[in-house]
Antibody, heavy 120, light 107 residues
Framework: QVQLVQSGAEVKKPGSSVKVSCKAS????????ITWVRQAPGQGLEWMGG????????NYAQEFQGRVTITADESTSTASMELSSLRSEDTAVYYC?????????????WGQGTLVTVSS | AIQMTQSPSSLSASVGDRVTITCRAS??????LGWYQQKPGKAPKLLIY???SLQSGVPSRFSGSGSGTDFTLTISSLQPEDFATYYC?????????FGGGTKVEIK
C-alpha cells in the first residue's frame, strides 16, 4: 500500500493560485490512479479531479474546469494539484488519494490533508 | 454527472444497533462503488470497495451490497469507534461523485 505525504498548509490571497503536492512512497507510482478531493469546513467530500500517471491525462470536475490543473511526475512519484483564481469559498482541506488502477472505488491510501485558507 | 443520493443524512443509534445506510445512483454504475468512514479532523478511510468487498483490516461487522443503482452499507453491531460520517463514492465514470454523507451519532 502506497503512503502519501502532502505539502503543508497555505494561506493565499483571493485571486492568487495554490499548488499542493502529494509524494508517494512504498508503491509503484505508475500503477495507481491519483485523485484529489476537497472538504470545506463542516461540509462533505468533493471530488476535484484525478490522473493516472502512466497515461498523464487528467480528468476534472466540471465546477473546477479551467481553474484546476493536476499533474504527475513519475520521476519523483509526486502528484500535484494547482488551483487558480482563488476565492474565499476555496478555503478547505485538500486531500490526495490513490487506488490501484483496476480496483474501482478502492482509494485505500490518503494523504494527511492540506489546509488552504483564502483570505484577504 | 452521476448523482449519488445518500440517506439518511444523519442518524442516532446505540452501541449494538444494526445500522443501514443507502446510496442511490442516478444511473447504473455496475458495482463501481466504495464506502468511506471519516472521523473529525482525519482523512477518509476505505471500508468497502467494488460495492461489497471488505477492505483488508476492516472489521467484519461492516458489509456492503448492491449493484446497478442501489447500494447499502450495513454495520451489523455498532461499536463506539463507529460513530463517524460515512460517504459513498461512485468510481464508474468521470467525474467521480460522492454521496452527501451520513453522520452516525450516539443516541
Amino acid at each position: 500500500q502506497v503512503q502519501l505525504v502532502q505539502s503543508g498548509a497555505e494561506v493565499k490571497k483571493p485571486g492568487s493560485s495554490v499548488k499542493v503536492s502529494c509524494k508517494a512512497s512504498g508503491g509503484t507510482f505508475n500503477t495507481y490512479t491519483i485523485t484529489w478531493v476537497r472538504q470545506a469546513p463542516g461540509q462533505g467530500l468533493e471530488w476535484m479531479g484525478g490522473i493516472i500517471p502512466i497515461f498523464g491525462t487528467a480528468n476534472y470536475a466540471q465546477e473546477f474546469q479551467g481553474r484546476v490543473t493536476i499533474t504527475a511526475d513519475e520521476s519523483t512519484s509526486t502528484a500535484s494539484m494547482e488551483l487558480s483564481s482563488l476565492r474565499s469559498e476555496d478555503t478547505a482541506v485538500y486531500y490526495c488519494a490513490s487506488r490501484v488502477v483496476p480496483k474501482r472505488g478502492a482509494f485505500d491510501s490518503w494523504g494527511q490533508g492540506t489546509l488552504v485558507t483564502v483570505s484577504s | 454527472a452521476i448523482q449519488m443520493t445518500q440517506s439518511p443524512s444523519s442518524l442516532s443509534a446505540s452501541v449494538g444497533d444494526r445500522v443501514t445506510i443507502t446510496c442511490r445512483a442516478s444511473q447504473g454504475i455496475r458495482n463501481d462503488l466504495g464506502w468511506y468512514q471519516q472521523k473529525p479532523g482525519k482523512a477518509p478511510k476505505l471500508l468497502i470497495y467494488l460495492a461489497s468487498s471488505l477492505q483488508s483490516g476492516v472489521p467484519s461487522r461492516f458489509s456492503g451490497s448492491g449493484s446497478g443503482t442501489d447500494f447499502t452499507l450495513t454495520i451489523s453491531s455498532l461499536q463506539p469507534e463507529d460513530f463517524a460520517t460515512y460517504y459513498c463514492l461512485q468510481d464508474y465514470t468521470y467525474p467521480l461523485t460522492f454521496g452527501g454523507g451520513t453522520k452516525v451519532e450516539i443516541k
